[in-house]
Structure formats: C-alpha cells, structure tokens
C-alpha cells in the first residue's frame, strides 16, 4: 500500500529564512503528488501539484516543490518565509489508477519574527 | 461559488451514543472522501465514494462506522456507539475525477 513520509514534524524558522519541508512516498510506476496547506483554525487548501511533466512545480504564495522520482521524493520549498506562513503543512500522494489520496502525518511550520 | 459543506461544525455527545455527520459536496463532484483528523496522526482516509459507490472502504476503523451517499450527492457518515478514541476531527472532500480535492471545514466531534 502506497504510504508518505513527512520526516519532520515540527519546523520553527526565523522570518525571511529559506525553509524546506521533506516528503518521501512508496515507490509506484506513477504517482500524482501534491501539498496542502492547513492555516491555524482554517480547512485545507491546495498549495500546490505535481501531475506530469516538469519537475519542478510552482504554488501559490511563493511556494514550490521538486519532484525526484530515484530518491521518491517531493519536497516543498520557500527561499524567504513570511510570518503568514505559520501553518500545517501536509504531503499527499494519489496512485495512476486510483481515487484513493493518502496523507502524510503533516509538518507544523512556525514563523518566528 | 459553494464550497463542501459540512454539518454539524462540533459536536459533542456521550460515550455509547450514535452520531451522524453530514457533508454536501461541491455540485458536480462526482468523488466524494471522508479523512478523521486526529492530533499527531495526520489524515486518516477513512472511505471515498465514486457516485454512490464506495469502491474503497478500507480505512473505516470498525464495524461501527459506517457512510452512504445518496443520489451522487449528500454523504452521512454514521458512528455507532461511539467510544472516546472516535473523537477526533472529521473531514470531508470532493472533487472531480482525476482533480485535487476540495475539503469542507470539518466536525469536531467530541465523545465524553
């Protein structure tokens, strides 16, 4: 069964800082990829996905990530936090060939002045 | 436009009782998932409904638990007697085939 990996549970970094959130999943032939973002006291929204083609994909608010299919990885990236960006932060991985999305356990990013 | 809508946005009920949670998807979404969002544990898939078949129900804790969705659209999911590890967060989404999921706000349910 496909499974995600978020190795870090909690990340504090100082404003303006680079940051980079790690994801690794179970291998599959084909895997969509993608990240939400959970704002304190808010629901789930779609930060950002990876389909096909390039590996490098690009978000909302600043953010992207790289998908590496030898190391099964996918990893979000910011070059210059914003206090705003204090949020959960999840990976998820759907299969080629099925509905099912599985989730990582989240990363809570915290933005310190 | 509508979002997914969930109902009740908490709830809180006593240990042995029956709860239903109710979840409107966006118009036209023909997938349909429920997640139970626990503190340290992520999101937990739970069942996903395509029109108003459930071909995956493998995440359902227990026997107690249990979801149908009618006429392509409204999902109840059902926990019977419920126990205080079912407190937790649940989470509704929708979405059209082959497209990222829309998730609703969620029920709070609490079991005391």
């Known amino acids: 069964a496909q499974s995600v990996t978020q190795l870090d549970s909690q990340v504090p970094v100082f404003e303006e800082a680079p940051v980079e959130l790690r994801c690794n999943y179970s291998?599959?032939?084909?895997?969509?990829l993608f990240w939400y973002v959970q704002y304190p006291n808010q629901g789930l929204q779609l930060l950002l996905k990876y389909l096909s083609g390039s590996t490098l994909v690009k978000g909302i608010n600043g953010f992207e990530a790289e998908f590496n299919k030898s190391q099964t990885s996918f990893h979000l990236r910011k070059p210059s936090v914003h206090i705003s960006d204090t949020a959960e932060y999840f990976c998820a991985v759907r299969q080629g060939g099925s509905e099912k999305l599985v989730f990582g356990k989240g990363t809570k990013l915290t933005v310190n002045p | 436009g509508a979002g997914v809508s969930q109902s009740p946005s908490n709830k809180v009920t006593e240990k042995g009782k029956d709860v239903e949670l109710r979840c409107d998807p966006i118009s036209g979404h023909t997938a349909l998932y429920w997640y139970r969002q626990s503190l340290g544990q992520g999101l937990e898939f739970l069942i996903y409904f395509q029109g108003n078949s459930a071909p995956d129900k493998s995440g359902l804790p227990s026997d107690r638990f249990s979801a149908e969705r009618t006429g392509g659209s409204v999902s109840t999911l059902t926990i019977q007697r419920t126990q205080q590890e079912d407190s937790a967060v649940y989470l509704c989404?929708?979405?059209?085939?082959?497209?990222?999921?829309?998730f609703g706000n969620g029920t709070r349910l609490t079991v005391t």
């Open positions: 291998s599959s032939v084909s895997v969509y």
């Open positions: 989404a929708s979405s059209p085939p082959n497209s990222p999921l829309h």
